[in-house]
Nanobody, 131 residues
């Protein structure tokens, strides 16, 4: 079982930046595909960015390309995944979820961006962008 925990959400003005983090205690992500999703009020949960931990390959939703950066930090016992968000707009408001897939192999983009691909989810962290 993997217990993911997000942190770093908050309130920021449009045009500002925010960085959210995801970690699992005493757990490394080397055998997982990792991703960030978000869910705005009244909308479906959507893919934001993904990273294949070993190798560092990344993929982004078109809506965040050039503004958001997904990255990871390797540690002896606990790895941490980050999402650096710049040039934020009110449209970026939502609950941001960390997700992990135990299917480590490379998969098509359509699979990588699908919620059903991920086995483990955090509880989410709220990001609110004011206009």
């Amino acid at each position: 079982q993997v217990h993911l925990a997000e942190s770093g959400g908050g309130l920021v003005q449009a045009g500002g930046s925010l960085k959210v983090s995801c970690a699992a205690a005493e757990r490394t992500f080397s055998d997982y595909n990792m991703a960030w999703f978000r869910q705005a009020p009244g909308k479906e949960r959507e893919f934001v960015a993904g990273i294949r931990w070993s190798g560092g390959n990344t993929h982004y939703a078109d809506s965040v390309k050039g503004r958001f950066t997904i990255s990871g930090e390797n540690a002896k016992k606990t790895d941490t995944m980050y999402l650096q968000m710049n040039s934020l707009t009110p449209g970026d408001t939502g609950v941001y979820y960390c997700a992990a897939s135990a299917t480590f192999r490379a998969v098509p983009i359509a699979v990588l961006t699908s919620k059903s691909f991920y086995n483990y989810w955090g509880r989410g962290t709220q990001v609110t962008v004011s206009s």
